[in-house]
């Protein structure tokens, strides 16, 4: 049971913590912060937090669990920020994309107090956003990566693994370098595909054609490149590495298809359309929930 | 009105034209053939033919209009069965997703008859294939592309015109070779996107964990490589330059974002990703009919 829940950032990710976890019996008091006072006003009208602090310190102070539900880019920024004020039971959650890069900050940030520190990935989400798509089964059923160090307390371990649990999540326990390589290829790649299929086409003379004639594979492949620009540049930026890795082996790829279609090597292109379609066939098609990516 | 409609390969797309032509009442006689006589039988069954021939000179004959719903690759041999059997009146036209090879085939297989042919591309279908899955509404508002020659009959062209209209569809007119370009990059493109990244996934090492920890972009990005892969060897093969262009001019715009990643260059991405999200927000997301790519 957790005595009081801090949870910062409220919006899908965040709200739908707190209301699994309320809905669970697993919390008894749950403090909200963001940054806009109307949003967090709306996560406690809507039941979602019992108190809403606008300021960090207030939020933090006494928590026993703080879960950091804010873009990678904010999060050195808020762990700075909550450092001083932490209670000395007090364990730190995050949701980030990529876990290497927010290690690295919160060591810096945390000091003597990153063994309470439990790097996390909720690997759910919607396309949707804010506190009012919240809803309490976001996490039924589908995965959260936890990624702790050598010095991480087992018991801060646990206890987030009891949080996860109790809002329906398995988790799995992963090094952060394995799960950010495998984001990179599996998240992160795809979304510079699909930005890069938009842009690419943008740089057409003929667009207007283009766009007027794009259909369902366009569609698909395109969806999300509707993602925030701010949250996919900080992504980019802090999973640089593997993301380039995952590109440059992508583009070797897309190097032997062109080679292929150049000489035209009808088998080439059989053997791996047929190579791509037993997968794809046999890849899980459920879409309980959406990553969070 | 058409007096006697042949519809040579009655699956989702040649069946559900016959179901829109006869809820139009644009049609007095409808005979498919195929190659399956169970498949045509259920055609028949259905309702969505009036008769059906396995014997390809029995459905063409006396035919007003003859429509070939038929993969690219089978085209050719079909127009050379169909040629002698055309009657004097009879109009053909097509629905493949490649026009300037469908139209080098037609010019070698009907001769003289050539001008009486209409090249055409329906921008529509469902992820789903067979007679079954045909209905009435598919081309609803939907664009068929017709990209007639300079020696094609204008009188042709404006009886395929009527009979798509009938269907409920928007007809456009350009050149095989702008349509090719265009089709190589809005959808032949992202379909090759989608079967590399499934195919670079499966190269990896560690491709269990990559699969159980890919979430909605990868199932997004990836949902068109569980397309046929004989039906994609054929469109590869038959619309190679303009394809190979395409990949080219996608490949420059990756290189320029793997050059910027590896720089870590944020105003580069920052641009990328916003002119990108830009342009995806004001793309129509109403999703009525599918491409049949």
Avoid at 202 to 218: G, Q, Y
Avoid at 235 to 262: F, M, P, W
Wanted: aromatic share 4%.
């Amino acid at each position: 049971m957790i005595d009081k829940l801090c949870i910062v950032g409220v919006g899908l990710i965040g709200g739908s913590l707190a209301r699994a976890l309320r809905a669970a019996g697993a919390v008894c008091d749950i403090v909200g912060h963001g940054r806009n006072a109307a949003h967090l006003q709306r996560a406690r009208d809507l039941g979602v937090i019992d108190r809403a602090e606008t300021r960090i310190a207030d939020a933090v102070r006494g928590a026993d669990m703080v879960v950091l539900a804010v873009p990678v880019g904010a999060m050195s920024r808020l762990l700075k920020e909550i450092a001083p004020q932490l209670a000395p039971q007090a364990v730190i959650t995050d949701v980030g994309s990529v876990k290497g890069a927010v290690i690295t900050a919160a060591r810096a940030a945390l000091g003597g107090r990153f063994p309470s520190f439990v790097p996390g990935h909720p690997i759910a989400g919607t396309e949707r956003s804010g506190v009012e798509a919240s809803f309490a089964e976001l996490y039924k059923h589908q995965r959260v990566v936890l990624t702790p160090e050598a010095d991480t307390d087992p018991d801060a371990v646990r206890r987030v693994t009891e949080l996860w649990r109790a809002a329906g999540a398995e988790t799995l326990i992963m090094s952060a370098e394995h799960h950010d390589e495998v984001l990179a290829a599996t998240s992160h790649l795809p979304h510079m595909l699909a930005f890069t299929l938009m842009d690419a086409l943008l740089k057409l003379d003929d667009r207007e054609t283009h766009f007027a004639l794009a259909a369902s594979s366009f569609r698909d492949v395109t969806r999300v490149a509707a993602s925030d620009p701010e949250m996919w540049h900080d992504i980019c930026l802090s999973n640089r590495t593997a993301l380039v890795k995952a590109l440059t082996h992508y583009r070797l790829q897309l190097d032997g298809l062109l080679a292929a279609l150049e000489r035209g090597d009808g088998d080439y292109l059989r053997a791996l359309f047929t190579r791509a379609k037993q997968q794809r066939d046999a890849f899980p098609v459920q879409d309980k929930g959406r990553s969070v990516d």
